[in-house]
Antibody, heavy 118, light 107 residues
Framework: EVQLLESGGGLEQPGGSLRLSCAGSGFTFSTYATSWVRQAPGKGLEWVSAITGGGSTYYRDSVRGRFTISRDDSKNTLYLQMNSLRAEDTAVYYC????????????WGQGTLVTVSS | DIQMTQSPSTLSASVGDRVTITCRASQIITTWLAWYQQKPGKAPKLLIYKASTLESGVPSRFSGSGSGTEFTLTIGSLQPDDFGTYYCQQYNSYPYTFGQGTKLEIK
């Protein structure tokens, strides 16, 4: 059974940094693309970043240069390093796994809340 | 970026009703479209992928159709557990983008 468990969220000041982690089980990270998707309070879903099985990385424009996605295949863990945080980064951050081949998101974690506020 | 536009934004319907939600893409995405249901405080749940393929375990009252830029999600006979917010999402290319959501309320 595929499971994704996020951690690392919390309260951080504007300009600060946080690192989110997503521990996966039931599949091999290096085979699948994985993404981070966020949802601001009371708002819709917003894709943030992805890393493919081959290690290529992609970002939405508003986080490029501030966020870095990476993974540790030996630990089956996905990361999101978030620097220069802004109030508009406040959201629940979901880790998500893409299907093999078609690339739709088939599994989601439960989410971790990031609050950026002074 | 590909813009996804859903309609309506909110929908109130009765048990047994047939419900349709529409999603439009700003450019052709062939059938690289998924639908998700999200309930308050929970992660989204995959319902439909490749525009019309029902995810395993999802009730058959859910169906999807469309290709190119116009897509629909239909609930054949609304059930009480179908409340929540529904999102379409294109996975034709990064950055993946979602519709703004359709909040479905049961009368």
């Amino acid at each position: 059974e595929v499971q994704l468990l996020e951690s690392g969220g919390g309260l951080e000041q504007p300009g600060g940094s946080l690192r989110l982690s997503c521990a996966g089980s039931g599949f091999t990270f290096s085979t699948y693309a994985t993404s981070w998707v966020r949802q601001a309070p009371g708002k819709g879903l917003e894709w943030v970043s992805a890393i493919t099985g081959g290690g290529s990385t992609y970002y939405r424009d508003s986080v490029r240069g501030r966020f870095t996605i990476s993974r540790d295949d030996s630990k089956n863990t996905l990361y999101l390093q978030m620097n220069s945080l802004r109030a508009e980064d406040t959201a629940v951050y979901y880790c998500a796994k893409e299907s093999l081949g078609d690339s739709y998101i088939d599994y989601w974690g439960q989410g971790t809340l990031v609050t950026v506020s002074s | 970026d590909i813009q996804m536009t859903q309609s309506p934004s909110t929908l109130s319907a009765s048990v047994g009703d047939r419900v349709t939600i529409t999603c439009r893409a700003s450019q052709i995405i062939t059938t690289w479209l998924a639908w998700y249901q999200q309930k308050p405080g929970k992660a989204p749940k995959l319902l439909i992928y490749k525009a019309s393929t029902l995810e395993s375990g999802v009730p058959s009252r859910f169906s999807g159709s469309g290709s190119g830029t116009e897509f629909t999600l239909t609930i054949g006979s609304l059930q009480p557990d179908d409340f929540g917010t529904y999102y379409c999402q294109q996975y034709n290319s990064y950055p993946y983008t979602f519709g703004q959501g359709t909040k479905l309320e049961i009368k």
